[in-house]
């Protein structure tokens, strides 16, 4: 039935795409040639809109017309004067160029002030514009990602409509990280430098297959003006009524003639706090309760170096450099008790767990852009090395006793150093063509590294061994070959996207020491996607879409290292070099009301999953936290994204995504309906001065064999731009009411454990930012990563 739905979908675009519809094609420039970035253009009959769409970056736009003719096309610009023409419209018609005159001859005394709705849709993504929006600040990229519709953060882990295990890319280019080391990439990119999030949850094929929960790609802001521009800011925020955190940054451009160069820093230290308790009962009547409190000190240092050579009007070649250099140091102190009918048998248990982690990730980067024709075909090659040193260590320092006794006084370290090398390289070819299509073919070579030694210390009569324990090593190598096509365009009031990706995956994984264990997998998977858009009216006012696409999720590189640490004296986490990566089907089908309201039905379904397990044995003591592949997962869900305006100074972006999941394993079945209600308020009040407030609240998440209880949280911001709006002024509180921490149970065959955590959730920010410029305006170019699946699987 599958094979059957896609067949049919291929075959019904097949019969779209030759349907007779006409196309115009155009580019919108100046006087002197240079491309008009995002106008609108409108065609018209008489006074009757027929078409209309913004012009990309490059100034080019396409549209769809159901029959030939005479027409009016109009275009404007805040920057330019309105144009309004005549054109003549057949099926062999050529392509239009529309110039545009400046409204003045001193383009230094126009300012233009334009605002972005918080979200919007496009075809194949939602796009949540966080630049100059007060909730934002002082926020890292993963708090952000807790605004996003859909989008859902739990410990690090990410999903996208309740389906866990997405992926994170910076300006297309995907994170070589994951588990903790994406964790602390993210937590140290600041919405300071961030412009918008896009929302990927069905990724076409251009894009790496991995990543069973879509994708969420980062942009950054760009430089837009010739000569010395820049920023220089810097937020401070604590933990109300605990610890203060601080982030000084700077970001430099220059730009002249052909060549540009970039150059920022970001010093980021805080502070955190972590408190966890747990109780589960033991088969021979004991009752276990374990008390932990946690702080984390993050210390990092980021810089970003980038150079651009514009080698002609339609070729330029970059060079980038992401450096971040930093440490976090957490101590946790634990308290447990194990408490029998009978006052004998009773234990205590006291320890100091501290971890310490060290990371130095550089990533260089080469991207060349060359423009084929006049209709915007492309060329594009980006290329990408990573290196990822991170020194890594856990202690355990603990003594249990009976009510008389010292039974035991242990004392070790473990070391679970890790290096990582990654090259990738990925080359694509966009052809745009005279009626309506456009083209895509492409391909894509990873080749990964990784070495991990770990060893143990122990503490014994006063004196550190080395060898009382063996250490082992874990020799990672993974080598994937991809190639994708796309083809997109319009006919009879469709848009769609379709695309075929092929991956072959080379993997092995050697485990020397305690037990020598060679693993070796070799697999090649096919993965298309589908993307319609159907106009139910002239205006383009109401549609239709359905998207689907297959997905991939191998294991992060962090997870197949079979380090072992422990949490506390009962316990334990652990990798699994032999887990096996986990396949994801979805489908979804969506009604656009007004080119603002969105409702919309979804279904995926995952086999092999991998998720954190919490395992026990009843009896047994110990708990066991590691990653295994654990049967299936299905996730049906309904979205309603309603925007509404109030009044003209108060905007609202309200999502509402009702859930239904089954999460089932040979060691638990558990089913669970669910929803998140998300909204977002924008308010504008005199004297310049604006408002944000986002809410969220969801009653459980089911992820694996644990659902949680509620979490919510209320956040809001403040913003007053000053000085000719060059001094931008924020203030935020997150998590107002303190509402956003969990309490969660774990079910694994006859053992019940109950969690709870509290985390420094509620902040205060405070936040300065001064801009500055000496120069004009110029058309930036946009810089893309090769590497962004490999960065996140680094974590």
């Not at 308290?335 to 990730?361: A, E, M, Q």
């Amino acid at each position: 039935m599958k094979h059957f739905v896609i067949c049919l979908t291929w075959l019904f675009i097949t019969l779209l795409a030759n349907a007779q519809s006409i196309t115009v094609t155009g580019k919108i420039v100046t006087k002197s040639g240079q491309p008009v970035p995002f106008a609108s253009v409108v065609i018209l009959k008489d006074t009757t809109t027929i078409a209309g769409k913004i012009a990309d970056e490059n100034g080019s736009f396409l549209l769809q017309l159901e029959n030939a003719g005479t027409y009016t096309i109009r275009v404007t610009h805040a920057a330019y004067a309105a144009l309004q023409q005549s054109i003549q419209v057949n099926t062999t018609s050529e392509p239009v160029t529309l110039i545009l005159n400046t409204t003045s001859n001193d383009l230094n005394t126009v300012t233009v002030t334009a605002k972005r709705s918080f979200i919007t849709r496009r075809i194949d993504r939602v796009v949540m514009n966080v630049q100059d929006n007060a909730i934002a600040t002082g926020k890292s990229s993963l708090d952000l990602f807790r605004l996003a519709p859909g989008v859902f953060v739990n410990n690090g882990n990410i999903s996208i409509n309740g389906v866990w295990g997405t992926r994170v890319m910076v300006n297309g280019r995907m994170l070589n990280l994951q588990g903790d080391d994406l964790k602390n990439y993210l937590t140290n990119l600041k919405s300071s430098d961030i412009r918008s999030i896009e929302i990927i949850a069905h990724p076409p094929a251009e894009y790496d297959a991995a990543g069973s929960g879509g994708i969420i790609n980062i942009v950054m802001k760009k430089n837009s003006t010739s000569g010395l521009s820049g920023y220089a800011g810097a937020d401070y925020y604590t933990g109300l009524g605990k610890y203060p955190g601080y982030l000084p940054y700077l970001s430099l451009n220059y730009r002249k003639n052909k060549i540009g160069f970039s150059a920022g820093y970001t010093y980021d230290w805080h502070k955190e706090f972590e408190e966890i308790t747990q109780d589960r009962t033991f088969t021979d009547g004991g009752l276990y309760h374990s008390t932990s409190f946690s702080s984390t000190v993050w210390n990092s240092n980021t810089v970003k170096l980038g150079a651009t050579y514009d080698i002609s009007p339609k070729q330029y070649l970059a060079i980038d450099y992401t450096g971040q250099f930093g440490w976090n140091r957490d101590s946790t102190r634990s308290l447990t008790d194990i408490i029998y009918p009978s006052n004998l048998k009773n234990t205590f248990s006291t320890g100091i767990f501290p971890t310490y982690s060290k990371t130095n990730f550089s990533n260089i980067g080469l991207n060349y852009s060359a423009t084929t024709d006049s209709l915007g075909s492309k060329f594009t090659l980006i290329a990408d090395y990573t290196h990822n040193d991170r020194k890594s260590s856990s202690g355990t320092y603990s003594q249990t006793a009976d009510r008389n006794n010292l039974l035991t006084d242990t004392a070790f370290n473990f070391l679970y150093p890790s290096i990582a090398r990654i090259f990738t390289a990925d080359a694509k070819f966009n052809k745009v063509l005279k009626h309506g299509l456009s083209i895509t073919v492409g391909g894509k070579t990873t080749i990964t590294d990784i070495n991990n030694k770990n060893a143990y210390e122990v503490y014994k009569n006063g004196v550190w061994n080395n060898n009382a324990v063996p250490g082992f090593n874990y020799q990672y190598s993974e080598k994937i070959i991809a190639g994708f096509t796309n083809i997109s365009g319009g006919a009879a009031g469709v848009e769609y996207k379709l695309g075929l990706r092929g991956e072959q995956s080379d993997i092995s994984g050697e485990l020397t020491g305690s037990q020598d264990t060679t693993i070796n997998r070799h697999y090649f998977n096919l993965f298309p996607s589908a993307f319609i858009t159907k106009d139910l009216d002239k205006k383009k006012q109401h549609s239709l879409n359905l998207s689907y696409n297959k997905r991939i999720k191998r294991p992060s590189y962090f997870e197949l290292n079979p380090y072992k640490y422990f949490i506390d004296n009962y316990s334990v986490q652990t990798g699994n070099p032999f887990l096996n990566p986990q396949f994801t089907h979805s489908i979804e089908l969506g009604y656009t009301l007004k080119k603002q309201y969105y409702f919309g039905i979804s279904y995926a379904q995952t086999k092999d999953v991998i998720n954190q397990l919490v395992e026990s044995s009843p009896d047994q003591k110990q708990m066991t936290i590691l990653r295994k592949n654990t049967g299936s997962n299905t996730v049906y869900t309904g979205t309603f994204a309603i925007p509404v305006t109030i009044a003209s100074w108060w905007n609202t972006s309200n999502n509402l995504l009702l859930t239904y999941t089954q999460s089932k394993g040979p060691e638990f079945n558990l089913k669970k309906v669910s929803f998140v209600l998300q909204t977002e308020q924008e308010i504008s009040l005199p004297h310049d001065i604006g408002v944000n407030l986002n809410a969220f609240y969801t009653p459980n998440v089911v992820q694996a064999n644990i659902i949680t209880g509620r979490m919510a949280s209320v956040d809001i911001g403040l913003q007053k731009k000053l000085w000719n709006n060059k001094l931008t002024a924020k203030a935020a509180v997150s998590d107002i009411f303190y509402t956003n921490n969990f309490t969660a149970t774990s079910y694994y065959n006859a053992s019940i454990i109950t969690i709870s955590q509290k985390a420094q959730t509620r902040t205060m920010t405070l936040s300065l930012v001064y801009n500055f410029s000496a120069g004009k305006k110029f058309s930036t170019k946009q810089r893309g990563n090769s590497n962004a699946e490999e960065k996140s699987r680094l974590n």
